[in-house]
């Protein structure tokens, strides 16, 4: 089965500081898509970053970027320059089937706390 | 729309009830998913629309749980005999781009079955 795992219920950080979140994955395939989504108490998921399982090249968005490890399967998402208003909810999810997607698979989430 | 809209956005029901949720995806993305949230996880996949046929129902937990979207545009979820356990936020997502995986979610509906 295709699993997710986030291993980090809650996390906290101090504003301006770095901190990294941690996600692994299990997959037989070699093509598929990884994402960090941000659910703030709104509910709505809001897309921080997309990783292409065929690109080497780690993804970066401003202040966020990825540490893409396909052979470990890991995709860890380093926020810099943490503000007040990442504090929210992260989501580490795959995608099977890179072309052919119609689903995403999700970890439970990781808190995240940014302290004044 | 400017994003996908989902209403009501807060439901609470009696057990054994009957509910719909509605979500109305962004203007002519033809692929809309429903997840359902439960407390402490991640969404988890319902089902899969691509115009107005259902590309895929396998997450839908069992008979008492089905969806439509008739026209290719709003989708309802409907929920027959609602149990305590269907309690959860219903996510919808749209997209324009799904083999890009490139999705927009609303704000999702929190079904609450008292």
């Known amino acids: 089965a295709q699993t997710v795992t986030q291993s980090q219920p809650e996390m906290s950080v101090q504003e301006a500081e770095t901190v990294t979140l941690s996600c692994t994955y299990d997959?037989?395939?070699?093509?598929?898509?990884l994402f960090w989504y941000k659910q703030p108490p709104s509910r709505q998921m809001i897309l921080v970053i997309r990783?292409?399982?065929?690109?080497?090249q780690n993804a970066t968005e401003n202040r966020f970027s990825v540490n893409f490890q396909k052979a470990a399967k890991s995709f860890s998402l380093k926020i810099s320059d943490s503000q007040l208003g990442d504090t929210a909810m992260y989501f580490c999810?795959?995608?099977?089937?890179?072309?052919?997607?119609?689903?995403?698979?999700f970890g439970t989430g990781t808190l995240l706390a940014v302290q004044p | 729309g400017a994003g996908v809209s989902q209403t009501p956005s807060n439901k609470v029901t009696e057990k054994g009830k009957y509910v719909e949720l509605r979500c109305d995806p962004i203007?002519?993305?033809?692929?809309l998913y429903w997840y359902r949230q439960s407390l402490g996880q991640g969404p988890e996949f319902l089902i899969y629309?691509?115009?107005?046929?259902?590309?895929?129902d396998s997450g839908l937990p069992n008979d008492r749980f089905f969806a439509v979207r008739p026209e290719g545009s709003v989708s309802t979820l409907k929920i027959q005999r609602t149990e305590r356990g269907d309690s959860a936020v219903y996510l919808c997502?749209?997209?324009?781009?799904?083999?890009?995986?490139?999705?927009?979610f609303g704000s999702g509906t929190r079904l609450t079955v008292v």
């Open positions: 990783q292409e399982a065929y690109k080497q």
């Open positions: 203007s002519g993305h033809t692929a």
């Open positions: 629309f691509q115009g107005t046929g259902a590309a895929d």
């Open positions: 997959t037989s395939e070699n093509n598929y898509y």
């Open positions: 997502a749209s997209s324009s781009q799904p083999a890009e995986g490139v999705y927009t």
């Open positions: 999810a795959f995608a099977p089937d890179g072309g052919a997607t119609n689903k995403l698979i």
